[in-house]
């Protein structure tokens, strides 16, 4: 029998009268509608006219109907609409493309009234086919994806449910973890449903401690966390290892004042349960874990290793600074440069003997130069905490100090420098310093080393410090006032101090002091995403271009890394709208901020910004994708950047240098940019022709692209989740060295050392090899500028006079008619000296095939990209208590009775890093000595 082949038949019966017959058409036609839809579409106005008759019986079903055409021709809002009031005839359980292209579309418009809080546009039918569908989820098992819809929708209910359900496991927990840390752009609603996980962690037996722990950290529960870092400290040895570990990666990622509250409850906590139990034994055990997690938290053990790492491994190219100073002779602002350069090289090593080496090349450096030279100490001796008052005491506000005013501003900048981000013992010294200084310039340092030195602490003495400071309407002083106000209260989002500031930006007259409150203030909103909105609404609206700037580094740190598409799309809109270029710039560099977590989306979302006509909006691009991408080695960023290092505008090829040394930073040694980079910075600098600012943005290139002896890198969004709030800070006020050159220092906070340091229980280095597969030259330090070499100047031909030469061919012809053999020797003749060329054989010798991994003695140098092919040999007595995520990782040891080799702490300082520096290491021997015997040279 033939199929069917028309639907007129049945579309027929929707005329008739009998509501039946109608009825029965209705039917027959929702079964052959996919095939005969289009028919059917001609009649979908009485179609509709049935499904709005209450009294029809089958009006359900006609909805349905009308729906299903809906959806064929396209019409998904329609469609949704009919399926709505469907009721129960809409399917959710049902596996086909219409019902699941329906429910998303029902659960794209659900979220987006929610998230703009539209509640009441939600009507009971889309509510209906919502719930309905996360009732399916949970009944089939489909808990991640009602979790996702869930946080899309943010109906924190559903999330609760689908974590109790008797099927979740822990990589549930994961899921909805890392979802909520990249997925949920709300940070109101995301510290909500971290606190729900982190109730759903405490049920778990053996949860990721990590994950809670971050959980813990982002809702400020210190009480919590100690309680969870004491009880495994309690229990099993591999437990306390891993509470170890957690305090090293609290360390690291929370507030100063996080870090304080939580030494603090550890000893509240411990305290109060040794007076309900017995002193014994294993108390005495928990006593010295907890004196392990205090040293850990207050960060001096993670310090002490990162100086050793860095003071040990420094591979600064000495000889590539040494010509760039040759190459600039008399200029004063290109000789900040080369001591800016210097500073970057050596950040954190320690090591200071090119200042030594060149004394009286230092001594050009006058008033505000030779503080940036001072300050750039602190940057040098960056987490030297142990010395940094020795180091530093010669350019201290003390007897016998710097007479020069400009000198002990440098050295409080550099103090505050060296205490960066942990320096909460040495605030109240700080804030001395500060109240007591009698000179503007003296209080620009003591001000910029407060803010650094209690970043994120929320000292109360401290902010009224500065608030005096602020008061005397100083230019000078003023701005780094304000951005230290900003620092000591990062990220809380401060009302009062909000419109404290604002207020004073708004009256005073000096554009410094405008542009540090404004900078103040992005410190302030740091992270507050949708709650500085209000905020952030006031500063963009200001007739103020600074304050509209400073709302465009507001916009960066507020949403640094959430890729919000609303912020992203204001600011490519001021980029191009604004009357004043400074704010231009400040646009589009925010953009690189915002878009931290995806880098690879950076260069197409900037490719039509860079071309500009406005250069200052391509310096902006430049400085956006050399923040967004720093240390990724981006191609797409590069062939952006590229272009302009021969733009017209010298600021622009500034820029442009700059962001490539910081998207270049750590790139393995066969990436196809480096090299051909490297050459054009050198280049750059020696030809004299060249625009100043260009050569000084080379400079500073070579500086970053060095960074910390090549083993620190630029990582501001680290693999847990969050931004580093150093790093973000240092990030921010490097791209104003634009208008003040020592900001530039700044950049030490977002250098990390890319180092592997394994510890024991007792928190030592133990000898061991880590393994790496992948060939040792992938990953290898950069080679260093070579020497020049000597040339060979070879043998000169003796001189033979004509009338000499016509007597020896005499002679040579009368000794051959007397027979006499004069020939050369025949084993000799016509062959050329290759006394002083290699042996060919030697050079054709074919090379052995390099071995595909390689052991590496701890501490090891590992860059991001290597960290992935890092593992402990199968056969070593240490295993690490969890995954090799970097920095610090502590070991447990299999065989504890045996014997261990402990690594001692290369002191720091100079002395230090001299010692460093004079290690052989695999320098070959000195050739044996050999005896000179005048006899028989004369014979």
Not at 255 to 274: C, G, V, Y
Not at 400 to 420: C, D, I, K, N, R
Request: proline share 5%.
């Amino acid at each position: 029998m033939p199929g069917l082949t028309s639907a007129g038949g049945a579309l027929a019966l929707l005329h008739e009268s009998d509501v039946e017959v109608k009825g029965f058409a209705i039917t027959k036609l929702l079964d052959i509608v996919d095939d005969f839809w289009p028919e059917i579409a001609d009649e979908v106005p009485l179609i509709e006219e049935l499904h709005e008759d209450k009294t029809f019986p089958q009006r359900e079903q006609a909805a349905l109907l009308a729906s299903k055409v809906y959806f064929h021709l396209g019409e998904m809002n329609d469609a949704l609409g009919f399926a709505m009031g469907a009721g129960a005839h809409f399917n959710l359980g049902e596996k086909s493309l219409f019902v699941h292209t329906l429910v998303a579309e029902a659960i794209d418009k659900y979220s987006q009234l929610r998230r703009v809080g539209d509640m009441d546009a939600i009507s009971p039918a889309l509510n209906h086919v919502v719930d309905g569908m996360f009732r399916q989820c949970l009944k089939d098992g489909e808990l991640k994806q009602a979790v996702g819809v869930s946080l899309e929708g943010r109906r924190l209910d559903i999330i609760e449910a689908a974590l109790g359900h008797a099927q979740a496991e822990a990589e549930l927990l994961e899921y909805t973890y890392d979802a909520a840390m990249t997925l949920v752009a709300n940070r109101t609603f995301r510290d909500e449903v971290l606190a729900v996980l982190a109730q759903a962690y405490e049920k778990v037996a053996n949860p990721d401690f990590f994950h809670l722990a971050r959980c813990y950290v982002a809702l400020g529960a210190a009480d919590k966390l100690a309680t969870m870092l004491l009880k495994l400290a309690a229990q099993d040895e591999h437990r306390c290892l891993l509470a170890y570990q957690l305090c090293f990666e609290l360390y690291a990622t929370a507030r100063q004042q996080l870090t304080a509250q939580l030494r603090a409850a550890l000893q509240q906590q411990s305290s109060a349960s040794s007076k309900t139990e017995g002193m014994d034994t294993a108390e005495d055990a928990s006593s010295d874990a907890l004196a392990a997690m205090d040293r850990i938290l207050s960060g001096s053990v993670t310090l002490g290793l990162h100086v050793d790492f860095l003071s040990h491994n420094n591979h600064s190219d000495t000889l590539l600074l040494s010509n760039t100073k040759d190459a600039i002779k008399t200029s004063t602002v290109l000789h900040n440069a080369v001591v800016l350069a210097n500073m970057l090289m050596s950040a954190g090593t320690t090591s200071d003997a090119f200042l030594r080496e060149h004394k009286d090349w230092l001594v050009k450096a006058t008033n505000w130069a030779k503080y940036s030279v001072v300050g750039s100490l602190g940057v040098i001796h960056k987490g030297h905490v142990a010395q940094a008052q020795s180091v530093l005491g010669p350019y201290l506000p003390q007897d016998g100090g710097a007479a020069s005013p400009y000198e002990t501003s440098g050295g409080l900048y550099a103090f505050g420098l060296v205490h960066a981000n942990h320096g909460a013992a040495v605030v109240g010294t700080m804030t001395n310093y500060l109240t007591s200084a009698s000179t503007e310039v003296t209080q620009h340092g003591a001000a910029l080393g407060l803010g650094l030195a209690a970043m994120g602490c929320q000292d109360a003495d401290a902010q009224m410090a500065l608030k005096n400071t602020l008061a005397m309407d100083s230019a000078v002083a003023g701005e780094a006032a304000g951005m230290a106000m900003g620092l000591n209260m990062l990220g809380t989002g401060s009302s009062d101090d909000f419109e404290h500031m604002l207020s004073y930006a708004q009256e005073t007259q000096h554009e410094k002091i405008i542009r540090g409150l404004a900078l103040g203030m992005a410190f302030l909103l740091q992270g507050q995403q949708e709650q500085a909105d209000p905020q952030l609404a006031r500063l963009s609206q200001s007739t103020d271009p600074i304050i509209r700037a400073g709302a465009c580094h507001s916009y960066a740190t507020a949403y640094a890394g959430t890729g919000n598409n609303t912020v992203v799309r204001r600011l490519l809109h001021v980029a191009v709208s604004d009357a004043n270029d400074d704010v231009r710039r400040a646009a589009a560099t925010a953009i690189g901020f915002v878009m931290l977590r995806q880098p690879s989306q950076v260069p197409t979302l900037l490719a039509l910004l860079s071309e500009s006509f406005n250069p200052h909006v391509r310096a902006g691009c430049c400085m956006a994708l050399g923040v967004a991408c720093a240390g990724t080695g981006l191609v797409q960023a590069l062939a952006l950047l590229e272009p302009m290092y021969k733009d017209s505008t010298p600021f622009v090829r500034q820029a442009a240098f700059v962001a490539s040394a910081m998207v270049l930073i750590q790139s393995p040694t066969n990436h196809p940019k480096v090299t051909a980079f490297k050459e054009t910075l050198v280049t750059v600098i020696a030809e004299p022709h060249q625009p100043l600012l260009s050569r000084f943005g080379a400079i500073m290139a070579q500086g970053v692209l060095h960074a910390g002896g090549q083993n620190t890198t630029i990582k501001p969004c680290p693999s847990h989740g969050y931004v580093d709030d150093a790093a973000l800070v240092g990030l921010l006020v490097f791209c104003q060295f634009w208008f003040w050159f020592p900001h530039a220092h700044f950049l030490s906070l977002a250098l990390k050392p890319t180092a592997l340091v394994c510890l024991n229980r007792s928190l030592k280095m133990p000898q061991i090899d880590i393994r790496c597969d992948a060939p040792p030259s992938k990953f290898a330090y950069p080679a260093k500028t070579a020497p020049p070499k000597e040339k060979n100047m070879g043998k000169v031909a003796t001189a033979v006079l004509s009338t000499t030469d016509k007597a020896n061919k005499a002679k040579a012809q009368k000794d051959k008619s007397e027979g006499m053999d004069t020939s050369a020797d025949p084993d000799t003749a016509d062959k050329p000296d290759t006394a002083d060329k290699p042996d060919e054989a030697e050079a054709e010798k074919p090379k052995s095939p390099e071995p595909t991994f390689e052991l590496l003695a701890n501490p090891a140098r590992v860059v991001p990209a290597q960290l992935s092919a890092m593992s402990i040999p199968d056969d070593c007595r240490y295993k690490p208590v969890a995954a090799l995520r970097g920095d610090v990782v502590v070991l447990s040891d299999s065989t504890p009775g045996e014997e261990e080799i402990i690594l001692d702490l290369t002191p720091g300082g100079p002395e230090g890093a001299a010692s460093a520096a004079q290690d052989t290491g695999d320098e070959p021997s000195a050739p044996p000595p050999f005896e000179f015997d005048v006899a028989k040279e004369e014979e």
